[in-house]
Each structure stands twice: as C-alpha cells, then as structure tokens.
C-alpha cells in the first residue's frame, strides 16, 4: 500500500525556517514528480513546490520563490522542503503529493495520485 508521510511541522516565529520531510513507502517513488501543496484555514489546497522524477526541473507558486527549495533523496524514497524566511501567510497544513505520470508537466491537487495526511506550519508574528 503506497504511503506518504510528511514530518517536521511546527510552531515557528516569522523570519524563522522548517524543514519538511514526506516519507514515501509501499511502492517506488522514483519515478512520480513529487510536490507540496498547502491548505490555510479557510482557503482551497494551493500548489507550492514541485519536483520532476528526475529532480532536474523544479517549480515553485511565486509567493515562496526564493524562500523555499525542495529537494528530493530517491535512494530515500524522501523529499524535502526547506522553508527559510517564513511569514505568516505561510500558516498552512502542509501535504505531500505524488503524480505517477513523474514530467511535472500537471501540477493540479486534483492530478495528484498520492497524498499524505499533512504537518501542520504555524508562523507566528
């Protein structure tokens, strides 16, 4: 059974950084693109970050370029997400998501087809 788990969430004060960890098991993640995506209290699931199977193209929602990377360990079957200068805008559960198709050409919530269960990121101001 295909898993994802993300870890590394928490309480943090603005200008602060995290660094989130999404543990994939039950199948190889090595040839999924793999992304974070974000929900705040009372908004839509947004994209965020994203990387191609092959870690060779990356792409990032304009509001975290420059602030978060994501990098990703296939002899792991782990991805990352370091998040540095955080605001508190960037208060969100944080998810992990897998697309089989691995291009990165669809960054959609609704074209993933792995979720993890989420880590919830507290900026505080």
């Known amino acids: 059974q295909a898993q994802l788990v993300e870890s590394g969430g928490g309480l943090v004060q603005a200008g602060g950084s995290l660094r989130l960890s999404c543990a994939a098991s039950?199948?190889?993640?090595?040839?999924?693109?793999m992304g974070w995506f974000r929900q705040a209290p009372g908004k839509e699931r947004e994209f965020v970050t994203g990387?191609?199977?092959?870690?060779?193209?990356?792409y990032n929602t304009d509001s975290v370029k420059g602030r978060f990377t994501i990098s990703r360990d296939n002899a792991r079957n782990t991805v990352y997400l370091q998040m540095n200068s955080l605001k508190p805008e960037d208060t969100a559960v944080y998810y992990c998501a897998a697309d089989r198709a691995g291009t990165g050409s669809r960054w959609s919530a609704s074209a993933m087809d792995y979720w993890g269960k989420g880590t919830l990121v507290t900026v505080s101001s």
């Open positions: 990387i191609t199977r092959s870690g060779q193209k990356i």
């Open positions: 039950g199948r190889t993640f090595s040839n999924c693109a």
